[in-house]
């Protein structure tokens, strides 16, 4: 009687948890074709162009992650830019960030001139479905790369953002680095 008693107890307690588990957690029992009904679908596309008017720049848009060092990773192609595509993407809430080289080994690149920007500059990204938004540039300032402001370029909320981010400054031989980084700060336009 006793090892009955035990058992169902066991039985009990066992069920017990697993009631109380779906209940805190639903997800513990849907199946995964229902759970992509449960995440918040992505309100823009991805980023496919990135035209600047007053620059003349109209570049196809790279999507890049982390280089080795876990830094924000580079274009491949220098007539490129590279937008972040572990954050947020441009038009959403959030801090959408794109880069472009400053120049390569035989001359400019895509974003050479970015530092003549001003206040009120219109930047304007196309998504893959030809979606296009625009921002309109706030600031424009340089960090030095030892003491970068991750935070402020990636983190702002708030608002839709996007950040434009190139080289400037002396560059070291050594490091293959330059001793700055210029970012254009935009907010997206009504």
Known sequence: MRNLILVVSILLGVLTGIVVSALVNPFLFRKASQLHQLIPAHQYALPARLLIPRLRIDSAVEAVAQDKDGAMDVPKNEWN????SLGTRPGETGSAVIAGHLDTAVGPAIFYRISSLQPDDVVEVID??????KFRVTSIK????TSFPIN????KTGGSFLNLITCTGAFDQNT?????RIVVYTQKMN
């Open 81 to 84: 830019v590279g937008w972040y």
């Open 128 to 133: 893959i479905k030809g979606r296009q938004t």
């Open 142 to 145: 340089v960090h030095p790369y």
């Open 176 to 180: 293959k680095r330059y001793s700055d």
């Open 152 to 155: 402020e370029v990636f983190g």
